[in-house]
């Protein structure tokens, strides 16, 4: 008897249902009104059922850079340029910064969200944990979305 004082519980006995409305009465399992509902709660046909999105036939446009010139092959990585609001490389927006951007030796460029790139300071050359960003240069305006970002976003999200 360890600490219960001798007290037994008694298991729990599930009661019968007492109702007798309509909407409660349990049909027998055999028939197809019940088959797939929930113990006579309403059957699965009265729900809504699935429709797959209807997905573009067309593939999305490759277009060219105009600082690079090369083709735009994966515009998910792509960000909006500044002046002319076309699809730009990651990695020549990087370069164009760094072009008008002095920078010293502990200086990097990264993209840090928002449409943002900075200008990161490491204080240790072997710890890239610790940094200071210099400098923010906005490229992307928040509140503008591109054109071309929206027949890409069409094809991924129904919204």
């Not at 009465?25 to 797939?36: D, F, L, M, Q």
């Not at 429709?51 to 083709?71: I, R």
């Not at 790139?117 to 591109?146: C, H, P, Y």
Request: hydrophobic share 25%; proline share 7%.
């Amino acid at each position: 008897m360890s600490g219960r004082g001798g007290a037994r519980r008694r298991g729990y006995r599930r009661r019968e249902r007492t109702d007798t409305r309509p909407e409660y009465s349990k049909p027998s399992r055999k028939t197809p009104e019940h088959a797939g509902s929930d113990r006579g709660r309403g059957s699965m046909y009265e729900r809504l059922r699935w429709t797959p999105p209807v997905l573009a036939t067309e593939p999305l446009p490759v277009p060219d850079c105009p600082y690079c010139g090369k083709p735009i092959k994966d515009l998910a990585t792509a960000i909006t340029d500044k002046h002319t609001d076309t699809p730009v490389h990651f990695d020549c927006i990087i370069a164009k910064i760094a072009e008008s951007e002095t920078l010293e030796k502990e200086d990097s460029i990264a993209y840090i969200g928002g449409g943002c790139f900075g200008i990161l300071r490491f204080t240790g050359s072997q710890n890239t944990l610790r940094f200071t960003i210099k400098k923010v240069v906005e490229w992307e305006d928040k509140e503008q979305r591109a054109g071309w970002r929206k027949t890409m976003s069409d094809r991924y999200s129904m919204i």
